[in-house]
């Protein structure tokens, strides 16, 4: 079975701090696709990243960075010196075959 | 280029009612979805297509039913409103997987948010 946790619910950290967001995936497909999505309060679902089951290479997009690590089936989401436009809801997901599956999200507040 | 769209945004059903939702997408994505969100229970999927003419189910798919008779088009119908399906329903497309490339993602629509009373 398939299945994406994201154990923190909510987290809160004061601009300029750094948080990270965890989540951990579970599959037995040895091909699959992580990604990572953010929700801001308008409701879209803004894509941040993809990455491939073969490639565990770590991804930093400016204030992003991306840890992912198969040994520990985490693929984890760090925002360096957060800012109040961080605040959003964030969702990890998992694609094998045809279907995609979502965590339930990390709601995020950055406190000015 | 619309990306993908949803009709409607809005809509307030009494229980017993029927309605569809219209998703439509112009980037040529051969995968659709439909995605229920709810509080604290992420997105979870309804039903999805592969393609025209194809449909299979998600995790949740009691109580709707889909078609998918034209590429860019996938429909979500509620044939019965319950006030269990209260929820925000989005619409998302894709490239296969095979195809898509590193940083091919689905793409989502804006959602349409449905209450049941």
């Known amino acids: 079975a398939q299945k994406v946790t994201q154990a923190q619910t909510e987290i809160s950290v004061v601009e300029k701090e750094d948080v990270t967001l965890d989540c951990v995936y579970e599959?037995?497909?040895?091909?699959?696709?992580l990604f990572w999505y953010k929700q801001p309060p308008s409701g879209e679902l803004v894509f941040l990243i993809r990455?491939?089951?073969?490639?565990?290479q770590n991804e930093i997009s400016g204030r992003y960075s991306w840890n992912f690590q198969k040994s520990t089936s985490s693929f984890n989401f760090t925002i360096t010196a957060s800012q109040v436009v961080d605040s959003a809801v964030y969702f990890c997901?998992?694609?094998?075959?045809?279907?995609?599956?979502f965590g339930t999200g990390t709601s995020l507040t950055v406190i000015p | 280029n619309a990306g993908v769209t949803q009709t409607p945004k809005f809509r307030v059903l009494k229980t017993g009612q029927s309605m569809t939702l219209l998703c439509a997408q112009d980037m040529n994505h051969e995968y659709m979805y439909w995605y229920r969100q709810d509080p604290g229970m992420g997105l979870r999927l309804i039903h999805y297509s592969v393609g025209e003419g194809t449909t299979a189910k998600g995790e949740v798919p009691d109580g709707y039913n889909v078609s998918r008779l034209k590429k860019q088009n996938f429909l979500l119908g509620l044939e019965s409103a319950a006030p269990s399906q209260t929820s925000v329903y989005f619409c998302?497309?894709?490239?296969?997987?095979?195809?898509?490339?590193?940083?091919?993602?689905?793409?989502f629509g804006p959602g349409t948010r449905l209450t049941v009373l």
């Open positions: 990455r491939n089951s073969f490639d565990e």
């Open positions: 997901a998992l694609n094998t075959g045809n279907q995609f599956y």
């Open positions: 599959t037995r497909d040895t091909t699959y696709y």
């Open positions: 998302a497309s894709s490239y296969s997987v095979q195809r898509a490339s590193s940083t091919d993602t689905q793409y």
